[in-house]
């Protein structure tokens, strides 16, 4: 079972997104993005 955080990088990059780029879209910082993607032990 893939995490929130593999799944969000995996999309991010397909979609070629900063994480800058995907915060903006999500209204949060992007240090919130790079928290979630690297929260990989929390599925």
Known sequence: ???LGNSL???RKR???T???VA???G???Q??????LD????
Do not use: D, F
Not at 32 to 37: A, D, F, H, L, P
Not at 40 to 43: A, D, F, P, Q, V
């Open 32 to 37: 919130t993005i790079s928290k979630w993607e």
């Open 24 to 26: 903006e879209k999500l």
């Open 1 to 3: 079972m893939s995490s």
């Open 40 to 43: 990989l032990s929390h599925s």
């Open 15 to 17: 979609a070629g997104l």
């Open 9 to 11: 990088y995996s999309v």
């Open 19 to 21: 994480q800058e780029e």
């Open 28 to 30: 949060v910082s992007r």
